[in-house]
């Protein structure tokens, strides 16, 4: 049963995470979970391991509210569609945890004339967060939290997106994480109710950083692990961050403490270019 009663005057928050099935985004609703006063709303594509996700975040919490949807994030209509879903079973929503990404397994890893970067780090985020902005609004908390990366791109014009198929599978995902970034930066010169947090996590031991070394620098994972944090460590850190409360801010943190931005973010032209870009692809909002 959905409960779309809880609101912002409510002990209980509501929190929305995609990327919630594994990584950062598990570790961190594993500690919501066993902080007991929050309500998760996952979002992930599959099934099972969001239910092997719950049971194991109901070990630390027997009474834990939550709900989930499935959605792919490589398609948009389905996106769409969901966020559309959430927004009607929960007109508010305390925090929108923007976790999900994935960095392409290859050159021209595309999805049409997309690469699949830019449709699961940028657009489809962008769908969800304008869907429920409106929840936001509604909320005393009004706080989106998004996980961005060190290798978010510092320069970049339009036309890099016309190369895209040359570029290797990092500077690809870096640019994809500073349009996602962008779009927070658009949207707070607008409008400073909204409390935006950006997570750099550093380098993060999973398997997708894994996955992201050639096969011939594999032998070196270990030493990768010596310089990199455990999911759970950041997932503390990200939760000292939430804590905080809202500022009616956008900010960067680094181990849960305030940096400063890249001077791509100052740039409203391109800000706006690279909301055009997407309205062209995803529709007006």
């Known amino acids: 049963m959905v409960d779309n009663l809880t609101s ?5 928050k509501k929190i929305l995470i995609t990327g919630a099935t594994n990584g950062i985004g598990k570790e961190v609703a594993r500690l919501l979970a066993e902080k007991k006063t929050y309500h998760l709303i996952i979002v992930a594509r599959n099934e099972q391991l969001i239910k092997d996700s719950i049971d194991e975040f109901r070990l630390v919490n027997d009474k834990l509210k939550v709900d989930y949807y499935l959605a792919d994030f490589l398609k948009l209509d389905e996106v769409k569609k969901v966020s559309k879903k959430i927004l009607k079973d929960h007109p508010v929503i305390d925090y929108l945890f923007q976790n999900a990404a994935m960095v392409p397994s290859k050159k021209a890893d595309n999805q049409g004339d997309l690469n699949k970067a830019i449709i699961v780090n940028f657009l489809s985020p ?9 929840a936001l609004y509604k909320s005393n908390e009004k706080t989106v939290i998004h996980t961005t990366s060190m290798s978010a791109a510092t320069s970049f014009e339009m036309s890099d997106l016309e190369k895209m198929d040359t570029y290797g599978r990092i500077k690809a995902y870096g640019i994809t994480k500073m349009m996602s970034n962008m779009s927070y930066y658009y949207y707070y010169s607008k409008d400073h109710s909204i409390t935006y947090k950006l997570i750099d996590p550093f380098i993060v031991y999973t398997n997708t950083t894994k996955g992201m070394m050639p096969e011939w620098a594999k032998w070196a994972s270990p030493l990768i692990k010596l310089i990199s944090y455990e999911p759970k460590t950041i ?10 409360g809202k500022n009616n801010n956008i900010t960067l943190y680094k181990n849960a403490k305030e940096h400063r931005h890249a001077d791509i973010y100052k740039n409203v032209k391109l800000q706006k270019e690279i909301m055009q870009y997407a309205y062209q692809i995803i529709g007006d909002k």
């Not at 962008?126 to 409106?134: G, Q």
């Open 126 to 134: 962008l769908i969800l967060f304008e869907t429920l902005l409106s």
């Open 8 to 12: 912002s005057n409510s002990q209980i």
């Open 235 to 244: 997932a503390k850190q990200i939760l000292k961050t939430i804590e905080l």
